[in-house]
């Protein structure tokens, strides 16, 4: 028997366990469940692989796209689940990550599109996420002494207001923006991920049979790395093996429809020149990918 290789494996084994799930089997109270000992802080380079320099010139082909990224697909259910907040720090959904990055302050490059001109305030995110509305019983005590609630010295009782907030579950999907490059030093065609936007329906709709659906906020990608690289993906396979969200994204694990590239008319949609025909903007979706597909294989055809 090979030793030096059993004794690989088995390193290798034991370090995937122990970055799983973290102290999981000697916890003695659930407390100290995913925290990890001194020791494992010390050994572990826990790091998100950075991005190797890439310098103009050394592009030779490139294209920026949108995407949107559909959570009914069960290959995206990755990026969905868990909804049940309850379930631990260890296990959250990608909306869960990312809100409570921003309202803690870690996570500052939000902005309002995808173009990362102008940023978005946690206020204004916070007023798409939750609506108040008070019910008819709360109009009628209003009603009762309407100056005295309109100049603040009264309130409304907290039982006549209705709270909606949204949460993970009423995430739909997810816009992504990126670059698809052709690096002719290292002779192959790549992507970068730019940005990411949930999107999620607007609060005032919910409740309707139709529902208006609105981006929440564009993150630029890049600044959060860190954030998802601490934080992982459920593993159907393998559940003592999570992928981070960081990885995911960045290998490309999920399946995406190109809806607008960058183009001389404004960087218009797919839906703006195919108008009410869903197939054909299936067509120019794939069209497009083909286009930037056959890039890198035209360079290899003598």
């Not at 990362?116 to 709360?138: H, Q």
């Not at 109009?139 to 009762?144: A, D, G, L, P």
Request: glycine fraction near 4%; charged fraction near 30%.
């Amino acid at each position: 028997m090979n030793y030096k290789n059993l004794f690989l494996a088995i390193v290798f084994l034991s370090s995937i366990v122990v970055s799983a799930q973290s102290n999981l089997l000697n916890a003695k109270t659930p407390d100290q469940i995913g925290k990890k000992s001194e020791a494992q802080l010390n050994s572990d380079n826990d790091k998100p692989l950075p991005y190797g320099y890439i310098d103009d010139r050394d592009v030779l082909f490139g294209k920026t796209v949108w995407e949107i990224i559909d959570l009914d697909e069960r290959v995206n259910f990755p990026l969905y689940y868990p909804i049940d907040e309850n379930l631990g720090s260890d296990r959250r959904s990608l909306y869960s990550v990312l809100v409570e990055a921003i309202r803690s302050g870690e996570l500052t490059e939000v902005y309002s599109s995808s173009y990362f001109n102008e940023k978005k305030t946690l206020k204004e995110i916070e007023a798409s996420l939750v609506k108040k509305d008070t019910t008819d019983s709360g109009r009628e005590e209003m009603n009762t002494d309407y100056e005295a609630y309109m100049s603040g010295s009264k309130v409304v009782s907290q039982e006549y207001i209705n709270i909606t907030e949204l949460k993970a579950i009423d995430v739909d999907g997810y816009r992504v923006v990126g670059r698809w490059y052709f690096d002719k030093r290292q002779g192959e065609l790549k992507y970068r991920m730019l940005g990411i936007c949930p999107v999620i329906p607007d609060v005032y709709t919910m409740g309707q049979e139709e529902k208006d659906y609105i981006d929440l906020f564009w993150v630029f990608f890049p600044s959060a790395r860190d954030i998802l690289h601490d934080n992982y993906a459920f593993n159907d396979k393998n559940s003592s093996a999570p992928i981070s969200f960081d990885h995911l994204l960045n290998a490309r694990r999920f399946n995406a429809v190109i809806y607008q590239e960058e183009n001389i008319s404004g960087d218009r949609k797919i839906e703006e020149y195919m108008k009410e025909n869903a197939q054909m903007q299936l067509l120019e979706s794939e069209r497009i990918k083909d286009k930037i597909r056959n890039f890198e294989q035209d360079m290899w055809s003598y």
